[in-house]
Protein backbone atom coordinates (compact mmCIF):
# COMPACT_ATOMS: atom_id res chain seq x y z
CA UNK A 1 0.00 0.00 0.00
CA UNK A 2 1.62 3.40 -1.04
CA UNK A 3 1.21 6.57 1.27
CA UNK A 4 2.37 8.63 3.80
CA UNK A 5 2.94 7.62 7.17
CA UNK A 6 3.98 10.28 10.15
CA UNK A 7 5.28 9.49 13.50
CA UNK A 8 4.29 10.10 16.40
CA UNK A 9 0.38 10.81 16.30
CA UNK A 10 0.86 12.58 19.13
CA UNK A 11 4.07 14.61 20.42
CA UNK A 12 4.96 16.33 23.75
CA UNK A 13 7.59 19.02 24.01
CA UNK A 14 9.12 20.51 26.90
CA UNK A 15 10.24 24.38 27.31
CA UNK A 16 13.18 24.71 25.43
CA UNK A 17 13.38 21.63 24.13
CA UNK A 18 13.91 20.18 19.97
CA UNK A 19 11.41 18.24 18.77
CA UNK A 20 11.83 15.89 15.14
CA UNK A 21 8.39 14.65 13.44
CA UNK A 22 8.62 12.37 11.22
CA UNK A 23 7.23 12.06 7.66
CA UNK A 24 7.49 8.65 5.07
CA UNK A 25 6.31 8.04 1.83
CA UNK A 26 6.64 5.30 -0.13
CA UNK A 27 4.81 6.88 -3.09
CA UNK A 28 7.82 7.77 -4.67
CA UNK A 29 7.37 11.57 -5.41
CA UNK A 30 9.71 13.90 -5.81
CA UNK A 31 7.73 16.99 -3.71
CA UNK A 32 7.31 16.92 0.17
CA UNK A 33 5.54 19.58 2.48
CA UNK A 34 5.43 20.82 5.89
CA UNK A 35 1.98 22.32 6.97
CA UNK A 36 0.64 23.64 10.31
CA UNK A 37 -3.06 23.44 11.20
CA UNK A 38 -4.47 25.81 14.05
CA UNK A 39 -7.85 26.18 15.15
CA UNK A 40 -9.92 27.87 12.44
CA UNK A 41 -7.26 28.11 10.26
CA UNK A 42 -6.23 26.94 6.93
CA UNK A 43 -3.36 24.70 6.50
CA UNK A 44 -0.36 27.16 6.39
CA UNK A 45 2.87 25.93 4.49
CA UNK A 46 6.09 25.96 6.77
CA UNK A 47 8.65 23.95 4.46
CA UNK A 48 8.85 22.16 1.33
CA UNK A 49 11.10 20.06 -1.12
CA UNK A 50 10.97 19.76 -4.64
CA UNK A 51 14.18 17.34 -4.83
CA UNK A 52 16.52 15.68 -2.66
CA UNK A 53 19.36 17.93 -0.74
CA UNK A 54 17.06 21.03 -1.50
CA UNK A 55 14.19 22.66 -0.05
CA UNK A 56 12.62 25.92 0.73
CA UNK A 57 11.16 28.06 3.02
CA UNK A 58 7.31 28.52 3.24
CA UNK A 59 5.26 31.31 4.70
CA UNK A 60 5.85 30.40 8.19
CA UNK A 61 9.23 28.66 8.57
CA UNK A 62 10.66 30.78 11.64
CA UNK A 63 11.21 28.63 14.54
CA UNK A 64 11.38 25.31 12.25
CA UNK A 65 14.28 23.19 9.87
CA UNK A 66 13.83 20.33 8.08
CA UNK A 67 16.41 18.11 5.89
CA UNK A 68 15.73 15.79 2.83
CA UNK A 69 18.23 13.41 2.45
CA UNK A 70 16.66 10.73 1.16
CA UNK A 71 13.55 11.16 -1.41
CA UNK A 72 11.01 8.99 0.49
CA UNK A 73 11.80 11.44 4.27
CA UNK A 74 11.36 14.23 4.82
CA UNK A 75 11.54 15.22 9.05
CA UNK A 76 10.36 18.67 10.74
CA UNK A 77 12.46 20.08 13.65
CA UNK A 78 10.26 22.20 15.91
CA UNK A 79 13.17 24.31 17.45
CA UNK A 80 13.56 26.21 20.80
CA UNK A 81 12.79 29.07 18.86
CA UNK A 82 9.62 28.53 17.74
CA UNK A 83 7.46 30.10 20.74
CA UNK A 84 3.42 28.92 19.63
CA UNK A 85 4.14 24.97 18.46
CA UNK A 86 1.27 23.85 19.70
CA UNK A 87 -0.43 22.44 16.75
CA UNK A 88 -1.63 19.93 14.19
CA UNK A 89 1.32 19.06 11.84
CA UNK A 90 0.48 17.79 8.19
CA UNK A 91 3.09 16.07 6.08
CA UNK A 92 1.90 15.82 1.98
CA UNK A 93 3.76 15.02 -0.88
CA UNK A 94 3.42 15.27 -4.80
CA UNK A 95 4.88 13.94 -7.63
CA UNK A 96 6.12 17.30 -9.05
CA UNK A 97 5.63 20.93 -7.82
CA UNK A 98 3.12 21.76 -11.06
CA UNK A 99 -0.23 23.59 -10.32
CA UNK A 100 -1.92 20.53 -10.99
CA UNK A 101 -0.31 18.11 -9.22
CA UNK A 102 -2.35 16.66 -6.38
CA UNK A 103 -1.01 16.30 -2.96
CA UNK A 104 -1.54 13.77 -0.62
CA UNK A 105 -1.53 14.16 3.13
CA UNK A 106 -0.12 11.64 6.15
CA UNK A 107 -2.27 11.73 9.15
CA UNK A 108 -0.80 14.33 11.01
CA UNK A 109 1.00 14.63 14.38
CA UNK A 110 -0.45 16.77 17.21
CA UNK A 111 2.17 18.62 19.16
CA UNK A 112 1.51 19.74 22.67
CA UNK A 113 3.82 21.57 24.96
CA UNK A 114 3.94 20.46 28.33
CA UNK B 1 -2.71 37.82 4.35
CA UNK B 2 -5.68 35.12 3.74
CA UNK B 3 -6.17 34.95 -0.20
CA UNK B 4 -8.82 32.04 0.04
CA UNK B 5 -11.93 32.23 2.57
CA UNK B 6 -14.44 29.64 3.71
CA UNK B 7 -17.27 32.58 5.23
CA UNK B 8 -19.71 29.50 6.50
CA UNK B 9 -17.63 28.13 10.00
CA UNK B 10 -20.06 25.11 9.55
CA UNK B 11 -23.01 23.56 7.83
CA UNK B 12 -25.52 21.25 8.74
CA UNK B 13 -27.86 19.28 6.25
CA UNK B 14 -30.54 16.33 5.95
CA UNK B 15 -29.28 13.17 5.02
CA UNK B 16 -30.48 12.84 1.13
CA UNK B 17 -30.81 16.50 0.74
CA UNK B 18 -27.60 19.14 -0.88
CA UNK B 19 -24.84 20.42 0.53
CA UNK B 20 -23.52 24.05 -0.71
CA UNK B 21 -20.47 24.88 0.36
CA UNK B 22 -19.03 28.32 -0.33
CA UNK B 23 -15.19 29.82 -0.99
CA UNK B 24 -14.15 33.28 -1.47
CA UNK B 25 -10.69 34.26 -3.39
CA UNK B 26 -8.59 37.42 -3.23
CA UNK B 27 -5.45 36.32 -5.68
CA UNK B 28 -6.92 36.78 -9.86
CA UNK B 29 -3.91 35.02 -10.19
CA UNK B 30 -4.91 31.20 -9.16
CA UNK B 31 -6.07 29.45 -11.76
CA UNK B 32 -6.38 25.86 -10.25
CA UNK B 33 -8.57 25.32 -7.67
CA UNK B 34 -9.28 21.92 -5.44
CA UNK B 35 -11.49 20.97 -2.58
CA UNK B 36 -9.74 18.29 0.68
CA UNK B 37 -11.79 16.73 3.07
CA UNK B 38 -10.93 15.82 6.08
CA UNK B 39 -12.31 13.80 8.85
CA UNK B 40 -11.02 13.86 12.89
CA UNK B 41 -7.47 13.05 13.39
CA UNK B 42 -6.89 12.11 10.13
CA UNK B 43 -5.07 14.43 7.05
CA UNK B 44 -6.74 16.34 4.59
CA UNK B 45 -8.06 13.87 0.94
CA UNK B 46 -8.31 15.29 -2.10
CA UNK B 47 -11.82 15.51 -3.21
CA UNK B 48 -12.49 17.20 -6.71
CA UNK B 49 -10.65 20.01 -8.24
CA UNK B 50 -11.35 22.74 -11.30
CA UNK B 51 -8.93 24.59 -13.71
CA UNK B 52 -10.13 28.14 -14.33
CA UNK B 53 -10.49 27.47 -17.89
CA UNK B 54 -13.71 25.31 -16.94
CA UNK B 55 -16.82 26.62 -14.77
CA UNK B 56 -18.19 23.13 -13.69
CA UNK B 57 -16.36 19.55 -12.55
CA UNK B 58 -18.56 17.32 -11.95
CA UNK B 59 -17.36 13.86 -10.41
CA UNK B 60 -20.41 11.53 -9.11
CA UNK B 61 -22.19 13.20 -6.31
CA UNK B 62 -19.52 15.93 -6.03
CA UNK B 63 -19.24 19.09 -8.50
CA UNK B 64 -17.54 22.08 -8.21
CA UNK B 65 -18.22 25.72 -9.79
CA UNK B 66 -16.72 28.13 -10.96
CA UNK B 67 -17.29 31.91 -11.24
CA UNK B 68 -13.73 33.83 -11.77
CA UNK B 69 -15.82 37.40 -12.27
CA UNK B 70 -16.95 36.90 -8.74
CA UNK B 71 -13.75 35.31 -7.58
CA UNK B 72 -15.86 32.40 -5.87
CA UNK B 73 -16.34 28.53 -6.44
CA UNK B 74 -18.37 26.45 -4.55
CA UNK B 75 -18.73 22.62 -3.76
CA UNK B 76 -22.33 20.69 -4.36
CA UNK B 77 -22.81 17.20 -2.43
CA UNK B 78 -26.04 15.85 -3.53
CA UNK B 79 -27.24 13.74 -2.32
CA UNK B 80 -25.62 14.31 1.36
CA UNK B 81 -24.59 11.01 2.63
CA UNK B 82 -23.80 10.55 6.66
CA UNK B 83 -19.97 9.73 5.74
CA UNK B 84 -19.81 13.57 4.55
CA UNK B 85 -19.64 15.02 7.46
CA UNK B 86 -16.29 16.22 7.82
CA UNK B 87 -14.68 19.56 7.44
CA UNK B 88 -14.18 20.81 3.61
CA UNK B 89 -11.02 22.85 2.65
CA UNK B 90 -10.61 24.85 -0.42
CA UNK B 91 -8.00 25.78 -1.74
CA UNK B 92 -6.38 27.99 -4.57
CA UNK B 93 -2.64 27.90 -6.56
CA UNK B 94 -1.01 29.19 -9.51
CA UNK B 95 1.96 27.25 -9.28
CA UNK B 96 3.15 24.54 -6.76
CA UNK B 97 1.74 26.53 -3.24
CA UNK B 98 -1.77 25.44 -2.23
CA UNK B 99 -3.24 28.64 -0.15
CA UNK B 100 -5.71 27.05 2.17
CA UNK B 101 -8.98 28.50 3.58
CA UNK B 102 -10.07 27.62 6.98
CA UNK B 103 -12.96 25.37 6.17
CA UNK B 104 -16.58 24.32 6.69
CA UNK B 105 -17.49 21.34 8.92
CA UNK B 106 -20.47 19.77 7.33
CA UNK B 107 -22.96 17.61 9.76
CA UNK B 108 -25.19 15.39 7.88
CA UNK B 109 -28.23 14.67 9.76
CA UNK B 110 -29.94 11.30 9.48
Known amino acids: DGGITQSPKYLFRKEGQNVTLSCEQNLNHDAMYWYRQDPGQGLRLIYY???????QKGDIAEGYSVSREKKESFPLTVTSAQKNPTAFYLC?????????????FGPGTRLLVL | DQQVKQNSPSLSVQEGRISILNCDYTNSMFDYFLWYKKYPAEGPTFLISISSIKDKNEDGRFTVFLNKSAKHLSLHIVPSQPGDSAVYFC?????????FGAGTTVTVRA
Open chain 2, 91 to 99: AGTNDYKLS
Open chain 1, 49 to 55: SQIVNDF
Open chain 1, 92 to 104: ASSAGTGRRETQY
